[in-house]
């Protein structure tokens, strides 16, 4: 493709970390440079606490474990999500309750959750679609969790350089936040993720849960069942680079989104979602079109990638649950994602823009 939907971005400056790690007689594994990882996200989002991990659905599953979910348990679930979200509850013998998404969010519904929730319900997981908030407010989807005894799990994996109105960063407010670092994320780390809370305890069992249950490295003493869901040190020194880059790349996302507003706001068949640009960071380009399959073909033969949205989940093979979720349903059939790198230059966005419009002309 000429104008992928999506590319990473590294430079020099992560390969010249990467060499200076590879020279410095770094063990590799996770140590001081995964630590500087951790600050810098925990100082960047405000959290008092960083733990990462090897990936986003790890982290989420660890997240659902240190919040006491087991089998048998029921976790909300929003039906437009990366499965990723779903499988961490059914990881743990958990049964993920599918729920539709707000039409202008894509975040979870808060009457259709209330009305989900049953005896057996101990978790929220809240997906920030796109770096999204919910209508309703993050604080109504606290006072909920808390009403009923349930852990609020932020699933931020789309949200880092995303803020509630408030200015809290996205995935801080909740019990736990979680986010992904993998190739198409706003940085990445190839893989990786990491979760994020402000409460001590919690974040200590995190730490042993993915240090196979004892309280410092290097000990064969274990207190606890735990497993290996360590990072390493190399992929911190991508990492750190990569956080230096944060800034422009929330700036230039925004622009891009902005762009792509202008030039296709006279297409009819095409339909954008509600961003908040001030306080939120568009990581893809979404939107809802008609006649999908046609124009990314139509855009395919011109060398532009795109990228079917989520289908909704409840009706993915894995899960082959009945349910009416309409929003889910409608993104499911009309949802696109047009190309979203950073580096996007305003001529391809241009490129992209015309291309549409003329398939819709
Ligand atoms: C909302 C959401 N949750 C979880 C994940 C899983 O993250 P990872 O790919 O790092 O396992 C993703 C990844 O795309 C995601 O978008």
Redesign the pocket.
Known sequence: MTIPQMEPWLGEEEAAAVNDYMRSGGWLMEHDKTRKFESIIADYTGATHCIVTV??????TLAALACDVKAGDEVIVPNY??I??AN?ASLLGARPVFVDVEPETLCLDINQTEAALTTKTRAIML?T?NGRYPKAGIEAFVDLADRYGLALIE?A??SLGSHYPDGRHIGSVGKVG?F???V??VITTG???CLITHDGELAERLRKLKDFGRASGGSDIHQSIGYNFKFTDLQACVGIEQMKKLDWRIERKKEILLKYHQALHAVGSVKFFEQDLVNTTPWFIDILCERRSDLQEHLKQRGIGTRAMYPPVNKQEAYQRVGDHPVSELVGRQGLWLPSSSQLTDQQIKTVCDAIAEFYS
Do not use: C, E, H, I
């Not at 990936?55 to 989420?60: A, W």
């Open positions: 990936n986003g659905t790890v982290s989420l999500t990366m990723a979200t961490a997906v679609a699933d994996a789309q979680s992904s670092f993998s198409p994320k893989q990786g993720g």
